[in-house]
Nanobody
Framework: QVQLVESGGGLVQAGGSLRLSCAASGRTFSTYAMGWFRQAPGKEREFVGAINWSGGRKDYTDSVKGRFTISRDNAKNTVSLQMNSLKPEDTAVYYC???????????????????????WGQGTQVTVSS
């Protein structure tokens, strides 16, 4: 069982930065890929980025490449999403999620698919004003 709690959301002007954090409970955090997803009003939840269990492989959706960076600290059971050059279209509720990658190789890719993630946080609101 993994419990996830996001923090760091807020209101920022376009071009600004925010850093989201996700704190995980459980001793097996280091075996989970961690994903970030977002959901804007009236839209489906979408993949933002993910990092595999080792930190050796990351993946981002095209719209955030070069602006967002995911990192993890397995010793502290945390994963972060650094968001720079924010745009109004980045406004959404952001969720972190965990996908068990126990036994996978060091560079095994994290999933982009929602249903492959077993645990989810409650979400944190990010609002980017123009």
């Amino acid at each position: 069982q993994v419990q996830l709690v996001e923090s760091g959301g807020g209101l920022v002007q376009a071009g600004g930065s925010l850093r989201l954090s996700c704190a995980a409970s459980g001793r097996t955090f280091s075996t989970y890929a961690m994903g970030w997803f977002r959901q804007a009003p009236g839209k489906e939840r979408e993949f933002v980025g993910a990092i595999n269990w080792s930190g050796g492989r990351k993946d981002y959706t095209d719209s955030v490449k070069g602006r967002f960076t995911i990192s993890r600290d397995n010793a502290k059971n945390t994963v972060s999403l650094q968001m720079n050059s924010l745009k109004p279209e980045d406004t959404a509720v952001y969720y972190c999620a965990a996908d068990n990658q126990s036994g996978r190789s060091y560079y095994y890719s994290p999933s982009r698919t929602l249903y492959e993630y077993d645990y989810w946080g409650q979400g944190t609101q990010v609002t980017v004003s123009s």
